[in-house]
C-alpha cells in the first residue's frame, strides 16, 4: 500500500478500524445464515468502501484544518504540498462520492442516517467554528462516534437491509458499545502521545486537561466495558465459542510480557518501554479468523476469505509472527543454556 497518498493516513486507520467493521459484517452474515454467501460479502464489500471513501474524507480535513496548528507545533502536515485549490477539489470529490453511496442506500433511511452521522461527527470536529477537536471531551467523543460508533451501526443496517434479516437492539447496541469504548482508547492514547505538540500549538483537548494520574484510574474499567460489551455481542449472536479466545489471548499477552518484556498498553504508553496496545492484535487477527473458521462449517467457501484477509491485513500478523520467533528464540537459548 506504499503507493497510495500520504494524505490518506491510511497507515492509521486501514487495519486498526476497517477490520473490526469487517468482523461486524461477518457477524452480521453469521447471524442472519444465509443459503449463499457471496452476494451478501457484495453488499458488505460496498459498505465497507463506503466507509473507506469516509476515512480519507477525514484524514484529508483533518490535516486541512489542523496546517496552522501543525505549524506552530512544528509537525510536518501531509497536505503542504498540495496548492489549496487541489486540496478543496479533494474534498469536493470525496463528498461526492459519499453523497454517491448515500444513492446507493436510498432504500435505507436509517443506513444513511448512521452513514451520514460519520461525515456530520467529524466535519463538526474538524471544521470551525464548531471545531470540537479544540473542546475537549466534546472532540474525544465525536471522534469516536465518527470513526467507530456510526460504521458500526451502517455495516449493521446495510447488512440487516441486504440479508433481509431484522437485528434485534441488542446487537445494535453491544456491537455500538464495543467499537466506540475501543475508539474512546485509541483516542485518548493518540491524545496522549500527543501532548506536548497540543501544548505547544495550544491545542485544547483532555490530554492537556486531565492530568494522566486520572486516567489511570478509569483506563482498566473502560477496558472492562469494552470486552463486556464484546462478549455480549458474541452472545446476542449465537458466538459464544469465540468467547474462549479472550482468556487465549490474555495469556498470549502475558507469555509475551514476560518473555519479551512488552507492556500491554490499555491508554496511557509507558517511557522508555516496549509495548503494545491491549486486544488490537486480537480485534484485527484473531476474531475475523476464527468467524471465518467457525462459519466455514456451514458455509465452506468462506475459507477462502481467510488468503484475502491475511493479504489485506498483513501487519499486524507479521509483527505478531515476528513476536512469536522471538518467544520461541527465546526459550530455546534458555533451554540450551540450562542444558
Known amino acids: 500500500m506504499s503507493t497510495i497518498p500520504s494524505y490518506t493516513r491510511h ?10 467493521f469487517l468482523f461486524t459484517g461477518l457477524l452480521a452474515i453469521s447471524y442472519a445464515a444465509p443459503a449463499n454467501l457471496w452476494w451478501p460479502l457484495l453488499h458488505l464489500g460496498i459498505a465497507l468502501l463506503s466507509i473507506v471513501v469516509c476515512a480519507v474524507f477525514v484524514s484529508v480535513i483533518n490535516d486541512y484544518t489542523d496546517m496552522e496548528d501543525d505549524r506552530i507545533a512544528g509537525k510536518t502536515n501531509r497536505l503542504t504540498h498540495l496548492s489549496i485549490g487541489k486540496i478543496r477539489l479533494l474534498i469536493f470529490l470525496l463528498l461526492a462520492t459519499g453523497a454517491a453511496f448515500c444513492w446507493h442506500f436510498r432504500n435505507q433511511p436509517i443506513t444513511i442516517f448512521f452513514y451520514s452521522g460519520s461525515w456530520i461527527a467529524y466535519s463538526a470536529y474538524s471544521f470551525p467554528p464548531i471545531r470540537l477537536k479544540k473542546r475537549g471531551w466534546s472532540g474525544v467523543l465525536a471522534d469516536a462516534a465518527g470513526a467507530h460508533l456510526f460504521p458500526t451501526l451502517t455495516i449493521l443496517s446495510a447488512m440487516s437491509h441486504s440479508l433481509l434479516k431484522p437485528f434485534p437492539a441488542e446487537l445494535y447496541v453491544t456491537a455500538a458499545g464495543w467499537n466506540i469504548l475501543f475508539g474512546l482508547r485509541g483516542i485518548l492514547w493518540h491524545q496522549y502521545t500527543d501532548r506536548q505538540n497540543d501544548l505547544t500549538s495550544g491545542l485544547i483537548t483532555v490530554a492537556t486537561m486531565v492530568p494522566s494520574t486520572l486516567i489511570i484510574r478509569i483506563e482498566l474499567p473502560i477496558l472492562i ?3 463486556t460489551a464484546l462478549a455480549g455481542m458474541l452472545w446476542v449472536s449465537a458466538l459464544q465459542n ?8 490474555l495469556a498470549y499477552v502475558w507469555l509475551i510480557r ?6 500491554p498498553v490499555i491508554i496511557l504508553t509507558p517511557e522508555k518501554k516496549e509495548w503494545i496496545f491491549l486486544f488490537s492484535s486480537f480485534y ?23 488468503p484475502f484477509h491475511i493479504l489485506l491485513f498483513s501487519n499486524d500478523i507479521r509483527t505478531n509472527i515476528s513476536i512469536i520467533e522471538d518467544v520461541v528464540r527465546n526459550l530455546v537459548k534458555k533451554t540450551t543454556e540450562a542444558q
Open 258 to 263: 514476560k518473555r519479551m518484556q512488552l507492556h
Open 284 to 306: 484485527q487477527s484473531v476474531l475475523p479468523i476464527s468467524l471465518m473458521i467457525l462459519m466455514s462449517i456451514q458455509l465452506p467457501w468462506t475459507l477462502l476469505l481467510i
Open 11 to 20: 497507515t492509521e486507520w486501514w487495519e486498526h478500524k476497517i477490520t473490526l
Open 225 to 227: 466495558l469494552e470486552i
Open 242 to 249: 469465540l468467547l474462549y479466545l479472550i482468556p487465549l489471548y
